[in-house]
Every structure is written in C-alpha cells, then in structure tokens.
C-alpha cells in the first residue's frame, strides 16, 4: 500500500521560500510520476507541479518561474521548492501519486505579512 508523507510547510513572509517534501513508500517509486497539488480554503485542489519518472517536469502557469519540482529516486522523494511566495499561495499542499491515485495528509504553506 502506497503511503505518502508531508513535511516542510510553515508560515513565510511574502516573497519569501519554502521546501516541502514527500517522502514515498509502499510503491517502486523510480518508475512512477509524481504531482504535488494545493487546495486553498473555499477552493478546489489544483494541480501545482508534476514530474514523470524520467523527471520531466510541467507547472500550473500561477507558478511557474517560481516554483521547482524535484525527486530523488534513491529516497524515494519529491520536493516542491517554492520561491518568491505570494498571499495566493497560501493552501494545504499535498503529495499525489496519480499510478495508485493515493494522496498524503497535505501540509500547510501559509504566506503572510
């Protein structure tokens, strides 16, 4: 069974960085693509970032050139650096695995002055 953790949210400033990361288990995690996704309160979870398992990475365009999507297949993780954050980039941040369609807890990013 597939399990997915969190960690490295927290509160940032506007303009600020942060590095959250998931670590994989339960799955081969080298040969599969991983997406990281936000759901901001009163919205629906989007897609931020996606990376395939050759680790060709794509980006929603409200990120791009700020944030990086990253894995290393010998931990088994994939990180989402973020950068010059906004206030609409506050949300919970969740790691997904679209093979088994397995989400983790999320973790929470909150950009504020």
């Known amino acids: 069974q597939v399990q997915l953790v969190e960690s490295g949210g927290g509160s940032v400033q506007p303009g600020g960085s942060l590095r959250v990361s998931c670590a994989a288990s339960g799955m081969i995690f080298r040969f599969y693509p991983m997406a990281w996704y936000r759901q901001a309160p009163g919205k629906q979870r989007e897609l931020v970032a996606e990376i395939t398992a050759g680790s060709n990475t794509d980006y929603a365009d409200s990120v791009k050139g700020r944030f990086t999507i990253s894995r290393d297949n010998a931990k088994d993780t994939v990180d989402l650096q973020m950068n010059s954050l906004k206030h609409e980039d506050t949300a919970f941040y969740y790691c997904?695995?679209?093979?088994?369609?397995?989400w983790g807890q999320g973790t929470q990013v909150t950009v504020s002055t």
């Open positions: 997904y695995d679209p093979s088994q369609a397995s």
